[in-house]
């Protein structure tokens, strides 16, 4: 199976802040990346799919780049609404492996 | 509108058995690969399964293989997950959501079941 590795599990930054979290994959995923925000008590939403490509509706200051085995996402200016956990998540072969997580907190 | 609403979660023994279910609304269900993912207390998301458009193509992880099995009713626009010998571990919410091979991603998620099992 394909391990996912994210970075750092916990941040904490404020209201303003540019955030990066990266996503390592135990092995070459090609595109195969995506990433979720997930809200306690409510399913994920999903950010960014095909590593850098935005979802419908998911506001611009979101962004996801790379590709083979490093990924990031980026969140350009940090707002109230964003503070959730992030997963990323690879769909280049099952088992569908995600993330640990990384749990982004208000400073 | 897409919806997916889960149903079937509750309290059980180790040991015994419970049905999923999700009916799905929104989409064309017959053209689109369904998965089941579960988020277990204080952890993060696992994805359990798929299965095909039409139910021939089916994928487990090794976690719950040999004791879960996913099926579908293209005509009742719905999915399931009978769950068997269930294990504390198995305690989790449940997640039916659209996607799995070539549609890797989860655009869309019910809004979960609950599920405990308890020694």
């Known amino acids: 199976d394909i391990q996912m590795t994210q970075s750092p599990s916990s941040l904490s930054a404020s209201v303003g802040d540019r955030v990066t979290i990266t996503c390592r994959a135990s092995?070459?995923?090609?595109?195969?990346l995506n990433w979720y925000q997930k809200k306690a008590g409510k399913a994920p939403n999903l950010l960014i799919y095909?590593?850098?490509t935005v979802d419908g509706g998911v506001p611009s200051r979101f962004s996801g780049s790379g590709s083979g085995t490093d990924f990031t996402l980026t969140i350009s200016s940090l707002q109230p609404e964003d503070f959730a956990t992030y997963y990323c998540?690879?769909?280049?072969?099952?088992?569908?492996?995600f993330g640990q997580g990384t749990k982004l907190e208000i400073k | 509108q897409v919806q997916l609403v889960e149903s079937g979660g509750g309290v059980v023994k180790s040991g015994e058995s419970l049905r999923l279910s999700c009916a799905v609304s929104?989409?064309?269900?017959?053209?689109?690969?369904m998965s089941w993912i579960r988020q277990a207390p204080g952890e993060g998301l696992e994805w359990l399964s798929y299965?095909?458009?039409?139910?021939?193509?089916?994928y487990y992880a090794d976690s719950v293989k040999g004791r879960f099995t996913i099926s579908r009713d293209n005509a009742k626009n719905s999915v399931y997950l009978q769950m068997n010998s269930l294990r504390v571990e198995d305690t989790a919410v449940y997640y039916c959501?659209?996607?799995?091979?070539?549609?890797?991603?989860?655009?869309?998620w019910g809004q979960g079941t609950l599920v405990t099992v308890s020694s």
């Open positions: 959501a659209r996607g799995g091979a070539s549609t890797g991603y989860f655009r869309h």
């Open positions: 929104g989409f064309t269900f017959s053209g689109s690969y």
């Open positions: 299965i095909s458009n039409s139910g021939r193509a089916i």
């Open positions: 092995q070459s995923i090609s595109n195969s």
């Open positions: 095909a590593a850098s």
């Open positions: 998540q690879q769909s280049n072969t099952a088992p569908y492996t």
